[in-house]
């Protein structure tokens, strides 16, 4: 069974670009968190989609967006880079029934993004 | 608040026992869990503990709660070096929800 999967691994990007990351979760997760991973603030929630709708946001700017698709796959979208953007973005997967015990995520290897 | 603390590091001799510390905030939360991460991977799930436990074994893994001091730990048995690694306590925030609030990480050193 495949695992979770991120893409691209490593990208560099300069300040003011924007920048897309893409997951696709475990084959039958419905859904999808992301967070952000940085040395001076820890793992910070960014938001959870389940099937297709946002269904919980943590305490980013506007210039971080996400969506998910019909199929699951999600992306996130950071626009107007700064350079405390640098971080370790990682995507989680799970069955995503609420209320139906443990929420078991699975996570990606992430997505190292450098903004120079 | 969301706040759960950990404290930065812990070395131990390889074959010792390893206890790993956390302090949580949110009395609603359900479910506790620890997370390891080795270098320059994500987050792997060992093990997690439902609020109205007080322990939990699981192979070489035992957790322990203590929900009245909001205190979690987790004891490593017959620690090995390739124990080493970043291990994060996590809380569900507000319960029925995917949004876990991560501790700051324990760097686990094994020493052989």
């Known amino acids: 069974k495949a695992g979770v999967t991120q893409t691209p691994r490593y990208l560099i990007k300069t300040r003011g670009q924007q920048v897309t990351l893409s997951c696709s979760p475990i084959s039958g997760h419905r859904s999808v968190s992301w967070y952000q991973q940085t040395p001076g603030q820890g793992l910070q929630f960014l938001f959870e989609?389940?099937?297709?709708?946002?269904?919980n946001k943590g305490n980013f700017p506007g210039r971080f967006s996400g969506r998910q698709f019909s199929n699951s796959r999600s992306e996130m979208n950071v626009s107007t880079l700064e350079l405390g953007d640098s971080a370790l973005y990682l995507c989680?997967?799970?069955?995503?029934?609420?209320?139906?015990?443990?929420?078991?995520?699975?996570f990606g290897a992430g997505s190292r993004l450098t903004v120079l | 608040g969301e706040d759960v603390e950990q404290s930065l590091f812990l070395s131990v001799r390889e074959g010792d026992s390893s206890v790993i510390n956390c302090t949580y905030t949110d009395s609603s939360s359900t479910y506790l869990y620890w997370y390891k991460q080795e270098p320059g991977a994500g987050l792997q799930l060992l093990t997690y503990?439902?609020?109205?436990?007080d322990m939990k074994q699981d192979q070489r893994l035992t957790v322990l709660l203590n929900k009245k001091d909001k205190h979690l730990s987790l004891r490593i048995a017959d620690t090995q070096t390739g124990d080493s690694a970043i291990y994060f306590c996590?809380?569900?925030?507000?319960?029925?929800?995917?949004?876990?609030?991560f501790g700051t990480g324990t760097l686990l050193a094994v020493q052989p």
């Open positions: 989680a997967s799970s069955q995503g029934l609420p209320y139906s015990g443990a929420n078991v995520l699975t």
């Open positions: 996590a809380e569900n925030y507000g319960g029925a929800t995917n949004k876990l609030i």
């Open positions: 503990i439902f609020s109205n436990m």
């Open positions: 989609y389940f099937s297709e709708t946002q269904r």
